[in-house]
């Protein structure tokens, strides 16, 4: 087991290094550095810097050492907190992201929550009754999941909210709300707004997940076991309850791995479209106005926090999973 | 047919018989097949369907609604629209556009129209379909126009092209990433195998949408589009493979201790041989299903990075920079049917899903 935890451990060090290195691929990507597009910044808004200041930054920056030192120094200020500065905002990068990256996370981890509670007992419910009118209804909800781009759903949801109810619908705060500080009454608002885009977020995955439980359930449904229980007169409900639901879960939650990246990379784009305050539309503006080191914050900061929530789900799926805790492996 | 004679066909089919018989029972991948090949046949003659230069713009044809062809007229059967009446409603001062039955445009086939190459090589005036005569702002505007007055029809036709095309591409780079670092993978097993995996792992627990943005973003804005075309095409697939070589490593796995291969090797064929001519063909089927898995959401891809404006730029025409344009919640209050563009991106993928579902129980005809 301590094995395990080592290996899962190792991984999550190692996929953070090459998010790193790949968030640093992206801030030097564009032509010039850093200074020459502070630079070009300044003079946009009037003032200028000598080429000595120019000069100066640089050598602070370490932009005259080698690529591989560049990235040194860049690594270990970040490990230190220190992001730089966004060059659209004139401030330190984390206090420009401020609040957003949570409010992704909360949005995306509210997908996942309802992705379970939709998925599982819908998965188990087609599983058991196989090609009823339910199975082909569900099926069909879920294909036609998969089908839409959540962006696009996102869009079709506002275009009829607006046509049929008159509704704006989108935003995680009620007006009165955007701005305020933390309190028990935002809170709340927050979690009347959170449904939608999670809805939203929640669909494609859940579709997904249904298809694997399904086929999980019906695999287990096949075996012996089942027809043993059966003969010996448990009641059908407990059969399937208590023994094949549990043996079809551990593939169905392992699945958690491959969702959460997909929902936190499905949550930049919706909340373009809903307008929620995430980091979505930052990151965009981000890189329209090649603010590289707000951009790249946000990528590496993301793909961190998705690596450690998907470390998370897999140590609790060990908790919940006696044969990966007996045996390291599933 | 008798059971026994039955049986003599089973046994003599070979395995793409086998294969097709399976398939054809699975009625929505057969009716999804049909559609698939209708979309890749509109994108061939895209130019031809269309009844407008999807360029071409016109502030006086600005947001015309959908316009209906109607088939009969007092005379029996003869194809017409209505001629469009612009009108300012003096409450909002919106264009407001009414059929003027007065003018009757005769619809006609094979009408000539802009120029266009044909096949990309045969230059021709010819369209399907079009209005004869009328001023140059009268036309057919099947699913009405945008903002600048371009036919929307016409662009979603021509947009076929690229959006298909783009998913083909990638795929296609995907595909041989995944045989390749697959089959290594499962060929080989021990060090080569363990990094190839974890790899794989790094790759898919990254959120990829901030990743292709941040790569995407940095395209120069001097690239004309056939780069950036290729350029988007390398980063979808870059990201793609990885399912792919899932499934070819597991193929190569399961097959590598089977009889035909151990016979393979001790009739003394070598490694290449034996993974190209006597290990592939076992799984083609298996690999054209999880392509045809892949295609969708490589398709997805191309449409997102576009709707968000990181993927091509206009003046190339996709799915995804037409459904830019019905991005803002008061525009498509006035103009609904920008929302169109999004019909044939949830038909193909929903196709491609079924295609790639009806495949894969397919792929296997002995089990």
């Given at each position: 087991m301590l094995m395990y935890i080592a290996r899962r451990l190792a991984l999550a060090v190692v996929t953070c290094v090459a998010i790193s290195v790949l968030t640093f691929i992206i801030i030097r990507l564009p032509p010039g550095d850093f200074v020459d597009a502070y630079i070009a910044n300044l003079a946009s808004t009037g003032s200028n810097i000598t080429a000595d200041q120019a000069q100066a930054m640089r050598v602070e920056y370490g932009l005259d050492r080698p690529v591989y030192i560049q990235y040194t120094l860049w690594i270990s200020r970040v490990v230190g907190g220190d992001f730089g500065v966004s060059m659209m905002w004139r401030r330190p990068v984390t206090e420009v992201i401020g609040d957003r990256l949570w409010l992704t996370m909360i949005v995306s981890l509210s997908a996942l929550f309802l992705t379970w509670i939709i998925a599982l007992p819908i998965g188990i419910y087609s599983a058991v009754r196989q090609y009823s009118i339910g199975d082909y209804?569900?099926?069909?909800?879920?294909?036609?999941?998969?089908?839409?781009?959540?962006?696009?759903?996102?869009?079709?949801?506002?275009?009829?909210?607006?046509?049929?109810?008159?509704?704006?619908?989108?935003?995680?705060?009620?007006?009165?709300?955007?701005?305020?500080?933390?309190?028990?009454?935002?809170?709340?608002?927050?979690?009347?707004?959170?449904?939608?885009?999670?809805?939203?977020?929640?669909?494609?995955?859940?579709?997904?997940?249904?298809?694997?439980?399904?086929?999980n359930l019906l695999d287990e449904l096949r075996k012996p076991y089942v027809i043993t229980a059966r003969a010996k007169g448990i009641p059908e409900r407990r059969v399937i309850m208590k023994y094949p639901v549990r043996a079809a879960l551990n593939p169905f939650a392992s699945s958690i791995a491959y969702v959460f990246p997909y929902l936190v990379s499905g949550s930049i784009i919706v909340s373009l479209v809903l307008g929620l305050p995430t980091v979505g539309p930052l990151l965009l503006q981000a890189l329209v106005a090649q603010d590289m080191f707000l951009a790249g914050t946000i990528v590496l900061l993301l793909g961190v926090m998705t690596v450690v929530g998907t470390l998370i789900s897999d140590l609790l799926l060990m908790w919940i999973e006696p044969r990966l805790r007996l045996t390291g492996h599933s | 047919m008798s059971g026994s004679l039955a049986d003599e066909r089973l046994a003599e089919a070979g395995q793409l018989r086998l294969t097709w018989w399976r398939f054809k029972r699975h009625k929505l991948a057969v009716i999804s097949l049909f559609i698939v090949i209708l979309f890749y046949t509109i994108a061939i003659f895209a130019d031809f369907l269309a009844t407008a230069d999807p360029h071409a713009t016109d502030a006086r044809r600005s947001y015309m609604p959908p316009?209906?062809?109607?088939?009969?007229?007092?005379?029996?059967?003869?194809?017409?629209?209505?001629?469009?009446?612009?009108?300012?409603?003096?409450?909002?001062?919106?264009?407001?556009?009414?059929?003027?039955?007065?003018?009757?445009?005769?619809?006609?086939?094979?009408?000539?129209?802009?120029?266009?190459?044909?096949?990309?090589?045969?230059?021709?005036?010819?369209?399907?379909?079009?209005?004869?005569?009328?001023?140059p702002v009268d036309g057919v505007f099947l699913l009405g126009t945008d903002q600048l007055g371009r036919d929307l029809y016409s662009r979603l036709v021509v947009a076929t092209r690229i959006s298909l095309s783009i998913g083909l591409a990638s795929v296609t780079i995907s595909l041989i990433l995944g045989v390749l670092l697959g089959g290594l993978s499962g060929l080989y097993g021990g060090i080569i195998d363990t990094i190839i995996q974890r790899v794989i792992e790094v790759i898919r627990s990254i959120p990829t949408i901030p990743l292709w943005m941040g790569v995407a973003a940095a395209l120069p804005n001097t690239w004309t589009v056939i780069q950036v075309y290729f350029a988007i095409t390398l980063i979808i697939s870059l990201i793609g493979w990885t399912e792919l070589a899932r499934v070819v490593r597991g193929r190569f796995l399961a097959l590598r201790e089977e009889d035909f291969v151990i016979a393979a090797e001790l009739a003394g064929a070598g490694q290449m041989r034996i993974m190209l001519r006597h290990m592939l063909p076992s799984f083609t089927s298996h690999i054209i299903a999880a392509v045809s898995l892949a295609l969708p959401a490589m398709i997805i891809s191309e449409t997102s990075l576009s709707f968000l404006g990181l993927g091509l730029r206009p003046p190339a025409i996709s799915w995804g920079i037409l459904l830019q344009d019905a991005q803002n919640v008061q525009v498509l209050a006035g103009a609904p049917w920008l929302l169109l563009a999004a019909v044939p991106v949830v038909l193909v993928i929903l196709a491609f899903n079924f295609l790639g579902d009806g495949l894969r129980d397919a792929a296997d005809p002995y089990g």
């Open positions: 209804f569900f099926t069909m909800v879920g294909f036609i999941g998969l089908a839409i781009p959540n962006f696009l759903l996102a869009l079709i949801l506002m275009y009829l909210g607006f046509r049929y109810l008159g509704l704006s619908v989108g935003g995680l705060f009620s007006a009165e709300y955007a701005q305020a500080p933390w309190s028990f009454a935002k809170a709340w608002d927050l979690f009347k707004h959170i449904p939608l885009p999670a809805c939203v977020l929640a669909l494609a995955g859940t579709a997904h997940q249904i298809r694997i439980m399904r086929a | 316009q209906g062809i109607h088939l009969f007229d007092e005379n029996g059967f003869n194809p017409h629209v209505y001629g469009l009446k612009g009108q300012r409603d003096m409450k909002t001062f919106k264009m407001v556009y009414v059929p003027d039955p007065s003018r009757k445009l005769q619809v006609e086939f094979f009408v000539k129209g802009y120029e266009y190459d044909l096949f990309g090589f045969i230059p021709t005036t010819r369209h399907l379909f079009g209005v004869v005569g009328g001023t």
